[in-house]
């Protein structure tokens, strides 16, 4: 029996007011990787799958 994955509807968000408010909570309530990980996204338009491949070098 093949299950279909579940699809979720996205959609941009267009409002800078809406940005400012989602970069409020992550700073407040979520740890500052998540915080920074989340303005590179906002500011470059790469996915999370592209962000979370990211490494430094030691």
Known sequence: MNKKPNL?????IRSKEQIENMKW?????YSERDYILSLIGIHTGFSVSDL???QTEP
Do not use: G, S
């Open 52 to 54: 979370l491949q990211i």
């Open 8 to 12: 979720i509807d996205v959609h941009p």
């Open 25 to 29: 909570v992550l700073k407040r309530h």
